[in-house]
C-alpha cells in the first residue's frame, strides 16, 4: 500500500510538533519545581510533577491521534486521486450485490450515473447484459473471471468491454466482488482490421490465380462463338431461336469479363496517383451524380461539410470510386425511401489528424451474423451482386493508410465511416 511519508525527527518518528510540546512542558516543569522547591511545599510539587505527567501523556495522546488522523486522510485522498485517474473502471459490491463504489472511468463506460451506491445489479443492469450475467454467475458460484470480453450496450453502440471480476477481501474474509473494465472496442476493431486484411490478401492471390485462369478458354469461348455467328449468318440458316442462344450466350460471356474484371481489380491493386484534394467539390459532385435517382426512390441526400474544407492526400478516381460505391449500396439498402446524411469532420488520433466521412442511412440495416462479412470477397446480400464492390472499396483504402468500418442497427439504418490521414500528417503505403 502507498503511505505518505511522516514527519522525521532526529529521534526517529516522533513528530517535530509533539517533541517541541514535550521539552518546553519539561522546561517550565522543572522551573517550577525548583522554585517551589526553595519554599520546601512537597505535597505541592509533588501534585504538579503528577500533573505534568498526565498532561504530557494526554498531550502525546492527541498528537499521536492527530498524526495518525492525518495520514489516513493522506491515504484515502490518495487512493481517490488514482480511482479517479486511471482509464480503467473500478466498482466494487458488496456481498449482498450492492454498488458500493464506482469511478469516473467506470461512469463513463456503463453510462450508469453516479448515484449507484446500495442500488443491486438488477436495477442498473437490464437482465439480457452479459455483464449482469457474469456478476451473478460470481455471486452464485463464488467465481472468479480474469481476462473475460463481453459485449455492452450503450445507448445506439455495442461497445466490446474487457473485464476483470475479482474477490474483495478483508483481513482474508470476503466482502464482496471488485469489477475492473476497460473499453476496447478500438482495439478489437483494429484487430478484426488485421485479420481481415491478412484473410483479403490471401484471397486476391488466390483470384488472381483463379481470373488467369479462366480468361483465357472464356477468351477463347469468346471468339469461337464470334466465328459461329458469322457461319451461321454467312449460311443464311439462323433462325429466331439460334439468334435468341447466340444473345444469351454473348450476354454471360460479357457478365463474366465483367467479373474477371473485378477480380483483377481486387487481386491487383492499381498504382496510386497522389495528389492533394478537397474532399467538398468531389462529394458534392456525387452527391449531384445520385440525386436524380435517390429522388425516385424517395431518398433525401443531406451533406455536413464544414466551411474550413480539409485536404487530402489521395487518389482522386479510386476515392471516387469508394464514396460513390458506400452511396449507391445507402440508397439500395432504402428501398421504401428514408435518408441519406454525409458528414465530414477532423479528429485527432495519438496526436495525428485524419478525415472521417461518415455516410448513414435508415435503411433496413445489416444483420448482425452478416456485418463482420461485408468487406470480404463474393459475400453480398443483394441478388445479382458479385460480393467484390466493398472488398475493393476496402483495399482502396488501406492502400492510403486509412481505415474503413461499418456500424448498423437492422430496421434502423446502417453507418459507413472512411477514415483518411489528413495530409499534413499523412503516411501512404503505396503497392
Do not use: C
Amino acid at each position: 500500500m502507498l503511505r505518505p511519508n511522516p514527519e522525521q525527527t532526529l529521534f526517529g518518528h516522533i513528530p517535530i510538533r509533539l517533541f517541541v510540546s514535550i521539552i518546553l512542558v519539561i522546561v517550565t516543569v522543572i522551573s517550577i519545581v525548583l522554585i517551589l522547591g526553595v519554599q520546601r511545599d512537597k505535597s505541592l510539587v509533588i501534585a504538579i510533577f503528577l500533573s505534568t505527567v498526565l498532561g504530557i501523556s494526554v498531550l502525546a495522546a492527541y498528537q499521536s491521534y492527530h498524526t495518525v488522523r492525518q495520514n489516513l486522510e493522506s491515504i484515502k485522498s490518495l487512493a481517490r486521486n488514482i480511482l479517479d485517474s486511471i482509464p480503467t473502471g473500478v466498482i466494487t459490491l458488496d456481498s449482498q450485490g450492492r454498488f458500493t463504489s464506482i469511478n469516473p472511468a467506470a461512469e463513463k463506460i456503463l453510462l450508469l450515473g453516479t448515484n449507484v451506491s446500495g442500488k443491486k445489479i438488477g436495477e442498473l443492469l437490464p437482465e439480457s447484459t452479459p455483464l449482469r450475467q457474469l456478476l451473478e454467475e460470481s455471486f452464485a458460484e463464488g467465481k472468479s473471471f480474469h481476462d473475460q470480453t463481453v459485449t455492452y450496450l450503450q445507448g445506439d453502440h455495442i461497445l466490446v468491454l474487457w473485464v476483470t471480476l475479482s474477490d474483495l477481501n478483508n483481513e482474508k474474509e470476503k466482502e464482496g466482488l471488485i469489477l475492473l473494465i476497460k473499453d476496447i472496442s478500438e482495439i478489437n476493431r483494429l484487430e478484426q482490421q488485421v485479420r481481415r486484411s491478412e484473410k483479403l490478401s490471401a484471397i486476391s492471390t488466390l483470384s488472381a490465380a483463379v481470373a488467369h485462369e479462366i480468361r483465357n478458354p472464356l477468351s477463347a469461348m469468346d471468339l469461337n462463338l464470334g466465328l459461329l455467328e458469322e457461319e451461321i449468318m454467312a449460311g443464311q440458316r439462323e433462325t429466331p431461336p439460334i439468334r435468341e442462344f447466340i444473345d444469351v450466350l454473348n450476354v454471360e460471356i460479357k457478365r463474366l469479363k465483367g467479373i474477371l474484371d473485378s477480380f483483377a481489380r481486387f487481386s491487383v491493386p492499381t498504382q496510386l496517383v497522389l495528389e492533394e484534394l478537397k474532399l467538398e467539390p468531389i462529394i458534392q459532385h456525387l452527391v449531384t451524380l445520385i440525386r436524380v435517382e435517390a429522388a425516385e426512390n424517395g431518398i433525401y441526400v443531406e451533406t455536413d461539410i464544414p466551411s474550413h474544407d480539409f485536404t487530402i492526400l489521395a487518389d482522386e478516381n479510386q476515392i471516387t470510386q469508394v464514396f460513390l460505391n458506400i452511396m449507391i449500396n445507402a440508397i439500395q439498402a432504402m428501398p421504401s425511401g428514408g435518408k441519406l446524411f454525409i458528414q465530414v469532420e477532423e479528429r485527432k488520433i495519438n496526436n495525428e489528424n485524419w478525415v472521417n466521412v461518415r455516410f448513414s442511412d435508415t435503411g433496413i440495416g445489416i444483420e448482425k451474423e452478416k456485418i463482420n462479412k461485408i468487406f470480404e470477397p463474393f459475400f453480398s446480400s443483394r441478388h445479382g451482386g458479385t460480393g467484390l464492390g466493398l472488398a475493393i472499396s476496402h483495399r482502396i483504402i488501406e492502400d492510403h493508410g486509412g481505415f474503413i468500418h461499418v456500424e448498423s442497427t437492422e430496421g434502423k439504418g446502417t453507418v459507413f465511416t472512411v477514415q483518411i490521414p489528413a495530409k499534413r500528417n499523412q503516411t501512404i503505403r503505396i503497392d
